[in-house]
């Protein structure tokens, strides 16, 4: 690995794991980290999750897993150009959706409704119960026992309720600090995935239109580049050669703007990038760009006519099964009858936020259809 800068996050200098481990050498602690996360249950699972198309509706459309696999790329890049910590940041990155419910927002917005008298559920404190209780890989521990920094990085966002009880790992939001300038690239670099690719699996889908995105400056601006140099492309050559270079101009725009920010504040150890405001960031003209990329993609994608269908359909699956197992826990598989006697609705939860689209809709059947008596 090449040298890191001083403020970045050393795995040689790690606040540790919760549970005390000797030595991963040769691989560094962030490096174990990563292998974790890609060998665990809940990293499997995120190829049949949702992103935005429900699984069956195509093989081409991105999953969770798969825009996982895109922001570690794309979050790799920024930090090895930045001489950051490239290994927390795959670890984030790839760990940052484990917590996420079956068929996208739909689903997390249903099991938020239904878990509103105990607490809530929110998908980013949902990825970190995966990794520090809900994995059951190891004989000495529940959970993965990941890094604090890898830890942080996947808790994004926490209100201060929640943050009160997390102890160490909720702090930051009580302190009002930030997270290692890796973790902050993660976050940025899940934004610039699934922005772009959302433009991608929108016009493959059909219910966007090269048409309608002439309206979005980014957009039309590398449509234009592409149109120039390529005048005879067609297609999907031409779409994916447009987003290609919108990925490319945002990542740029990130790094120079980041170098920039980090040499104005003039930090120079990872505590003071903690002390720091948010220091990863796109230019002012950029963000602007991006945010109406966002504006659009939710008043054209995402409220869908189509996309409502099936999220309808979505929130109506996820609240069948949670009215249905916590109604009766004798429906709940042995394991789960035995967590539920002692967590309750959280523990009903954790077996519906765990479960894939198309395990969530056979659950369902099993349950509701009427030919499904031995289910």
């Known amino acids: ?5 001083s403020y970045a996050a050393h795995s040689s200098q790690t606040r540790g794991r919760r549970h005390a481990e000797p030595s991963a050498a040769p691989r560094s602690e962030f490096q174990r980290d990563r292998d974790r996360i890609i060998h665990s ?4 699972r995120l190829e049949y999750k949702t992103q935005v198309f429900v699984n069956h509706e195509g093989d081409l459309f991105r999953t969770r897993l798969t825009h996982s696999l895109e922001v570690a790329q794309i979050g790799r890049t920024i930090a090895r150009v930045l001489s950051l910590n490239e290994d927390l940041v795959e670890a984030v990155a790839l760990a940052h959706d484990l917590g996420h419910t079956p068929f996208g927002h739909a689903g997390q917005d249903a099991l938020n409704a239904c878990m509103r008298e105990h607490g ?9 119960r995966v990794v520090d209780l809900l994995e059951e890989r190891y004989a000495a521990f529940d959970g993965l026992n990941l890094t604090f920094e890898a830890r942080e990085g996947i808790l994004k966002h926490c209100s201060l309720g929640n943050a009160e009880k997390l102890g160490d790992i909720g702090a930051r939001f009580i302190n009002k600090q930030q ?3 890796e973790a902050q690239i993660a976050n940025l670099a899940d934004e610039i995935a699934y922005n772009n ?3 991608d699996d929108g016009l493959r889908s059909g219910l966007i239109t090269l048409e309608q995105l002439m309206e979005v400056q980014l957009f039309a601006r590398h449509l234009a580049e592409v149109r120039a140099k390529y005048p005879a492309l067609q297609g999907r050559r031409e779409v994916t050669e447009t987003v290609r270079r919108m990925i490319n101009t945002l990542i740029i725009d990130l790094v120079d703007t980041t170098r920039i920010n980090v040499e104005n504040s003039g930090v120079q150890t990872l505590s003071e990038v903690r002390a720091a405001p948010p220091l990863v960031a796109f230019s002012p003209a950029l963000l602007d760009e991006h945010r109406e990329l966002k504006r659009f993609l939710h008043r054209h994608l995402y409220r869908h006519y189509k996309v409502a269908r099936m999220s309808s359909k979505a929130g109506r699956i996820i609240s069948d099964l949670y009215t249905a197992f ?8 042995p394991e ?11 523990a009903v939860a954790d077996y519906i936020a765990g479960m894939t689209d198309r395990y969530a809709m056979r659950e369902h059947r099993r349950i509701f259809a009427v030919e499904e008596i031995y289910g």
Do not use: C, K
């Not at 249950?41 to 499997?44: E, G, I, M, P």
């Not at 809530?120 to 970190?128: A, C, D, I, V």
């Not at 916590?326 to 598989?333: E, S």
């Open 1 to 5: 690995m090449e040298t890191l800068v």
């Open 41 to 44: 249950t809940a990293f499997r």
């Open 120 to 128: 809530g559920f929110e998908h980013n404190l949902q990825s970190l």
């Open 179 to 181: 997270p290692s300038l």
């Open 197 to 199: 690719h959302d433009v």
């Open 326 to 333: 916590t109604g009766d826990a004798r429906l709940l598989p």
């Open 336 to 346: 789960h009858q035995e967590r539920e006697s002692l967590e309750g609705a959280r």
